[in-house]
């Protein structure tokens, strides 16, 4: 049985850090494409971050491009988001996938339809 568990989402004044983690279980996705999504009351869910098996290639929304950081460890199955200067408007529930169709894509799928398996998320509230 797959379970992705979220962790490291919290409050943060503005301009602070999180660091978010998602660990995988119950078989490995080392060659599958993981993305960060996240969700705000009212709105629809939206990717922040993805990146392939390799690590090589990365996805940021232009929102969080130069603020977060996504990478991976393969060995444990773990993928992180790395969350600098927060804004206000960050503040969602934070969502890991996995997009299951994905083996050693070189590219990443942006919608929420395209991934296969998800967590049950974490809260990130930025204040202002």
């Known amino acids: 049985q797959v379970q992705l568990v979220e962790s490291g989402g919290g409050l943060v004044q503005a301009g602070g850090s999180l660091r978010l983690s998602c660990a995988a279980s119950g078989r490995s996705f080392r060659s599958y494409v993981l993305g960060w999504f996240r969700q705000a009351p009212g709105k629809e869910r939206e990717i922040a971050a993805g990146?392939?098996?390799?690590?090589?290639?990365?996805y940021y929304a232009d929102s969080v491009k130069g603020r977060f950081t996504i990478s991976r460890d393969n060995a444990k199955n773990t993928v992180y988001l790395q969350m600098n200067s927060l804004k206000p408007e960050d503040t969602a529930v934070y969502y890991c996938?996995?997009?299951?169709?994905?083996?050693?894509?070189?590219?990443?799928?942006?919608?929420?339809?395209?991934?296969?398996?998800w967590g049950q998320g974490t809260q990130v509230t930025v204040s202002s």
């Open positions: 990146i392939t098996g390799s690590g090589v290639n990365t």
């Open positions: 996938a996995v997009d299951d169709r994905s083996f050693m894509a070189r590219s990443i799928a942006t919608r929420p339809n395209e991934y296969n398996y």
